[in-house]
């Protein structure tokens, strides 16, 4: 169970996230964050560790421990929103993105930080 609540709250990508708390970085514009896809990325939240897969057309894909799921994402405004099948039920969590060094980050209600960085480029 705690592992299905950690992938949920990775793979979100932004679940529920004001961007309070980052006041040193501004929150990434809806040009900015489409620009992100097509794309592969690892996330890191609670200590565990997720690859995905998001496509230009929305479609997206989670793996983690082991397990895989899909879903898809798309922008309500200037919030990424995602939805998976298994990890989030179907139900869409949104937030704002921020990046900071090579990583996209947000902040969740419950002071948890999410953070994610593509991997099919190269990192410094």
Same mark, same amino acid.
């Given at each position: 169970?705690?592992?299905?609540?950690?992938?949920?709250?990775?793979?979100?990508?932004?679940?529920?996230?004001?961007? %309070?708390?980052?006041?040193? #970085?501004?929150?990434?514009? $809806?040009?900015?964050?489409?620009?992100?896809?097509?794309?592969?990325?690892?996330?890191?939240?609670?200590?565990?560790?997720?690859?995905?897969?998001?496509? $230009?057309?929305?479609?997206?894909? *989670?793996?983690?421990? *082991?397990?895989?799921?899909?879903?898809? /994402?798309?922008?309500?405004?200037? #919030?990424?929103?995602? #939805?998976?099948?298994?990890?989030?039920?179907?139900?869409?969590?949104?937030?704002?993105? %921020?990046?900071?060094?090579? /990583?996209?980050?947000?902040? *969740?209600? *419950?002071?948890?930080?999410?953070?994610?960085?593509?991997?099919?480029?190269?990192?410094?």
């Amino acid at each position: 169970m705690i592992l299905r609540t950690a992938l949920a709250a990775t793979l979100i990508v932004a679940a529920s996230l004001p961007v %309070s708390g980052l006041a040193a #970085a501004a929150p990434l514009a $809806r040009s900015e964050v489409t620009k992100l896809f097509p794309g592969q990325f690892e996330a890191q939240v609670k200590g565990y560790r997720v690859n995905f897969t998001g496509s $230009r057309g929305g479609s997206i894909v *989670g793996v983690a421990y *082991g397990q895989q799921d899909t879903g898809h /994402w798309y922008m309500k405004g200037a #919030a990424l929103c995602v #939805a998976f099948d298994k990890w989030t039920k179907g139900e869409a969590k949104c937030g704002r993105i %921020s990046q900071q060094g090579g /990583w996209y980050v947000a902040q *969740g209600n *419950g002071g948890d930080v999410l953070k994610f960085r593509r991997t099919d480029i190269a990192q410094n």
